[in-house]
């Protein structure tokens, strides 16, 4: 309510403020979302001549290459689902309710897993089981034969270990809030354990499974490193888009953003789906009694240990061999016996630009990030209008649009005058800033509705004026939580590859794309050592985060 | 007819807080549905009323958090309205406490002091004697994490009084602490109110606590006043239904039920349960009668009886039920009372004044 005097306020050039930042707002989301996104369509459905033309769209669905792709897309999407629900649950339902030894060890390698810089999982991936793999190798120098992981099975492979740790984090968070008495008197009514289980704690962990099944599911979609690298000919939606757009001859935007609509249609529908299985599903229970777990002993206990430690180094594999990778010996890009810093040295002769053009537009993108989420936050957190609400919900298109889509979509709205801003640092700052605007506004919004109205207007009677009490009480206590929320915008920036590929020109070249390209060239060594380095970067804002937030791996998704 | 004077001689002509033809929508709804009332210097005014009765808007428009749709409100007869929140000098204690985490407890209490760019060596001698007054000494230096409820609640009293405002309000400030706990804060916020002599305006739903703590209390129910009186007026002569029913337990019969004569005009007879008495068996005076006895409940110092008589439900509280008395569910027993306690409400439910029915 002291939300509606702050906001409303009588005289003064605070109500003047308030619009002048819902105005931005909405001038922030029409520039850079909204005519972007209105282009990407108005492209769709255009030939080069600038005739209206549903061709893209028919050839969608005609030519084979397209339509595979879209049939590829929901396949890998839905198997990288299937794959990190299963390796998330069983890992939730490990961590929460038995007893692991090393469990400390275990969440630092499931967000080691979560911040590996793209690209690199895959290429990991190659290194130990693609046709020349390390593993691979060895077990057919033993006389076992093992297919190389590429195509459909080792995108699949890669994506339940790679976005597994949405599914567990989100989930473990539940398990442990299900409150105990809930099972004892299930267990107590008669129920078999298994009953029990699908019956009590299935249904109350739900919500959280299809959340963070939808965050894989929507990451998998919109993935384009690993496709890329593993497909060998297996295509799907994110790939093609970055083809049609990159081809040398016959670039073909028209296709690229006939393709990038869909994958965000697609997304969109997998959000509303999920929003609406969970609408259904919110429970609300006290928490009197802490599930408490459980310790297993013998081969029961050694089951469950195997399998917590398969996942958690499976999916933090790609960081460790990036990390190994980076310190052994090369002699150009080839490696040589033994260890060395050879790569570490070339980064810092030749590569100081690229690393510098990463720290400069991602600390630019949150700085950015802080100031406009914050105050958008504030918006509507504290004005519970309509518009409000509409904002809330617009800001919801950037959360599902997929790296490359905001890529082709900038490059269409801002190749040509009346704004050019293609081949510059701000186009690709941009992009971050808008992909990442709906944390920040929802996490500070989040961090406004708990510190509450009334502790405000308690300033306010004591004689503040409402911008005094909102600069003296909310925000110091909001603080925390913004840098925390910064912290984690810093990690997604400084590892934001698909936008930026599209973006980048040679000058604006930032680490994940001289990874790519590095990879590309067969250059592993550079490859590691900036990987390398970008996970020491997001590890330390993570820690950063968590010192302010207290360790809370949830707040990484 | 005594109380009332008394209750209006103490404060009367002392107007201080003035509200007047106080109103408030929000879009369809009326909240405050044109309140009038005064609050005199040094007067523990409550506003009593179920939720959603409009108490809360009507302080929140007097600390300015809430507009008015129409209504005039003066204090000291300055124009109140006028004045934006932060300059009304207004004390106000919360629901939810509103400690502001991030500070020590002094630091909670020296806040208004601050913006009232008060000398530090002053600030100090008033916060260390606004935590004496609520025992919190011993914890300034602690952050309001640590504390219970009850402490917290302590501060923001501490809080609001040091800066010695023109007006205390307090927003149910009892409502999330445990019972006991309830009952000391509860008296030691008249304690210190007294002391100081602030004029203080208490919101709550709880009667019980509005009979203990007030000087007046004023019955709210839909947005409208019900009765303004002091605590014996009010649970001794509702002055509507609603009053009878909301402050206290009432039990409400038919015109002609127990022998009651027809007299024209009232439309229900109302008796507190403590009005009611166990008679001896076969007596028969014109008041007693015969009823069912449904439950027994003993509580020590007294004992609550729920009986099924004449096709009405009553409640009967026996004062100091002696030891061996013990009335099983089902039994037939006989019940009194004087006529002159029974009070009489119109159809409309306001109270019918009725003289020594005979």
């Not at chain 1, 989100?170 to 267990?187: D, F, I, P, Q």
């Not at chain 1, 002699?331 to 980064?347: C, H, K, M, T």
């Not at chain 1, 605007?437 to 009677?461: C, D, F, K, T």
């Not at chain 2, 509200?19 to 506003?47: C, D, Q, R």
Request: aromatic share 8%.
């Amino acid at each position: 309510m002291s939300a509606v005097a702050f906001l409303a306020g009588r005289g003064g050039w605070r109500p003047d403020f308030w619009t002048l930042v819902a105005v931005a707002a909405w001038a922030i989301l029409i520039v850079l979302l909204l005519i972007p996104l209105g282009l990407v369509l108005v492209s769709s459905v255009r030939d080069e001549s600038g005739e209206l033309t549903l061709a893209n769209w028919q050839r969608l669905f005609t030519s084979a290459r397209y339509f595979n792709a879209l049939v590829n897309t929901l396949i890998v999407g839905f198997g990288g689902l299937a794959g990190a629900l299963l390796l998330g649950s069983v890992m939730a339902f490990c961590m929460a309710r038995i007893q692991i030894a090393g469990g400390r060890f275990v969440s630092i390698m499931a967000i080691l897993a979560l911040v590996s810089p793209p690209f690199i999982g895959a290429y990991s991936w190659i290194v130990l089981f693609g046709s020349g793999g390390i593993v691979r190798q060895t077990l057919m120098g033993w006389g076992i034969f093992m297919p190389p992981i590429y195509g459909l099975w080792g995108i699949l492979i890669v994506f339940a270990f790679k976005f597994y740790p949405y599914v567990y984090l989100l989930t473990s968070g539940a398990l442990a809030n299900v409150n105990r008495s809930l099972e004892e008197a299930a267990e107590n009514l008669g129920l078999t354990p298994f009953q029990r289980v699908m019956k009590i704690s299935f249904p109350l962990v739900l919500p959280a499974l299809s959340a963070g099944g939808l965050l894989a599911l929507i990451h998998a979609i919109a993935d384009f490193g690993t496709p890329r690298l593993l497909g060998r000919g297996f295509n799907v939606l994110a790939t093609e888009a970055y083809t049609a757009y990159s081809a040398e001859i016959g670039s073909n935007l028209g296709m690229a953003t006939t393709l990038s609509l869909v994958l965000i249609l697609m997304s969109m529908i997998f959000v509303f789906i999920q929003r609406y299985m969970s609408r259904r599903n919110v429970y609300h229970s006290n928490l009197i009694n802490r599930p408490e777990k459980i310790r297993l002993r013998g081969f029961a206990s050694v089951a469950a240990h195997a399998a917590v430690y398969f996942i958690a180094l499976g999916g933090a594999m790609p960081a460790i061999i990036a990390a190994i990778y980076s310190v052994r010996k090369t002699n150009g890009p080839v490696f040589q016996p033994g260890f060395g810093l050879e790569s570490y040295s070339r980064i810092i002769a030749t590569l100081g630009d690229v690393v510098r053009n990463s720290l400069l537009f991602s600390g630019a993108s949150v700085l950015l990030i802080v100031v406009i989420g914050t105050l958008i936050g504030c918006l509507v957190a504290r004005r519970n209008t309509a518009h409000s609400s509409l904002l809330d919900a617009t800001l919801m298109v950037p959360y599902v649009m997929p790296g490359i889509v905001v890529g082709v979509a900038f490059i269409a709205a801002f190749n040509t005058p009346p704004l050019v801003m293609t081949g510059t640092a701000a186009i690709i700052i941009l992009s971050v800033f808008i992909r990442r605007l709906p944390y920040a506004v929802r996490s500070s919004a989040a961090a406004l509705r708990q510190v509450g109205p009334s502790v405000e207007e308690a300033a306010i009677s004591l004689g503040y004026s409402p911008v005094q009490a909102f600069l003296k009480v909310t925000i110091p206590l909001i603080l925390p939580g913004i840098v925390a929320g910064a912290m984690l915008s810093f990690v997604t920036a400084v590892n934001e590859l698909s936008s930026s590929l599209v973006l980048y020109v040679g000058g604006t070249i930032t680490m994940p794309v001289k990874i790519y390209i590095a990879i590309n060239d067969g250059d592993y060594g550079t490859a590691a050592s900036l990987s390398t380095i970008l996970l020491v970067l997001s590890g330390s804002a993570i820690y950063l985060a968590f010192r302010l937030l207290g360790r809370d791996e949830r707040a990484l998704l | 007819m005594r109380n009332w004077a008394r209750g209006r001689g103490f404060f009367a002509g002392m107007a201080y807080l003035n509200v007047e033809g106080a109103i408030k929508h929000y879009g369809a709804t009326t909240a405050l549905n044109g309140v009038s009332f005064t609050v005199a210097k040094g007067e523990f005014f409550t506003l009593l009323g179920p939720s959603g009765c409009g108490k809360t808007t009507l302080l929140r428009s007097i600390a300015g958090f809430s507009q008015l749709s129409a209504g005039r409100v003066t204090l000291d007869g300055t124009d109140l309205l006028a004045v934006p929140p932060h300059k009304r000098d207004i004390g106000m204690v919360f629901q939810d406490y509103a400690i502001f985490p991030h500070l020590t407890v002094a630091d909670n209490v020296a806040f208004g002091l601050k913006a009232r760019k008060i000398a530090a060596s002053e600030i100090s001698d008033r916060v260390a004697e606004a935590l004496a007054t609520v025992r919190l000494s011993a914890l300034s230096e602690r952050l309001p994490a640590a504390l219970s409820g009850g402490q917290q609640q302590r501060i923001g009293i501490a809080r609001a009084m040091v800066v010695k405002p023109r007006l205390l309000l307090m927003d149910e400030p009892l409502s999330n602490l445990d019972a006991k706990l309830r009952l000391d804060l509860r008296d030691e916020i008249r304690d210190i109110q007294r002391t100081i002599g602030i004029a203080a305006i208490y919101v709550t739903h709880d009667q019980e606590e509005a009979l203990a703590i007030s000087d007046r209390i004023c019955v709210m129910d839909s947005g409208s006043i019900e009765q303004i009186g002091t605590p014996q007026q009010i649970y001794g002569q509702p002055a509507t239904r609603f009053v009878a029913s909301f402050v206290g337990t009432m039990n409400l019969f038919a015109p002609a039920a127990f022998g009651l004569p027809d007299v024209p005009g009232v439309a229900q007879w109302a008796l507190r349960p403590e009005r009611l008495r166990l008679a001896e068996a076969g007596a028969s005076d014109d008041s007693s009668f015969a009823g069912l006895v449904e439950h027994f409940t003993y509580l020590g110092r007294e004992a609550h009886l729920t009986v099924q008589a004449q096709g009405h439900r009553l409640v009967a509280q026996i004062a100091a039920p002696p030891a061996d008395l013990a009335i099983e569910a089902g039994r037939e027993i006989q019940l009194s009372f004087d006529r002159a306690d029974l009070q009489a409400f119109d159809a409309a439910g306001r109270r019918v004044r009725t003289e020594r029915v005979a």
